[in-house]
């Protein structure tokens, strides 16, 4: 499988973004999505979480309130609504698609920085 991460960019505190991952496998629905983000000289931090059919989110501390993650599987395509942000959240964001705890692939990453 083949991720594809997309609208990442630079925004002001307190505005939103909408990332995009689309992936090419034809099995989609079947895989746990997640997003990750790394930010400058810190290790890649977990984001968040949606399951295959998209019932089950769950999302780390630091943006629970802010960030939803959706997906549809229809369009082979995971998404992660940012809204509030603040400049502690400026990191490259990455997806990641895995079947259990097993790692299938990581998107290339996309840029987000959010000004003061």
């Known amino acids: 499988v083949q991720l594809q991460a997309s609208g990442g960019g630079l925004v002001q505190a307190g505005g939103s973004l909408r990332l995009s991952c689309v992936a090419s496998a034809r099995t989609f629905s079947t895989y746990v999505m997640d997003w990750f983000r790394q930010a400058p000289g810190k290790e890649r931090e977990f984001v968040g979480t949606?399951?295959?059919?998209?019932?089950?989110?769950d999302y780390a501390d630091s943006v629970k309130g802010r960030f939803t993650i959706s997906r549809d599987n229809a369009k082979n395509t995971v998404y992660l609504q940012m809204n509030s942000l603040k400049p502690e959240d400026s990191a490259v964001y990455y997806c990641?698609?895995?079947?259990?705890?097993?790692?299938?692939?990581w998107g290339q990453g996309t840029q987000v920085t959010v000004s003061s």
């Open positions: 949606i399951s295959g059919s998209g019932y089950r989110r």
């Open positions: 990641r698609a895995r079947l259990g705890s097993n790692s299938l692939a």
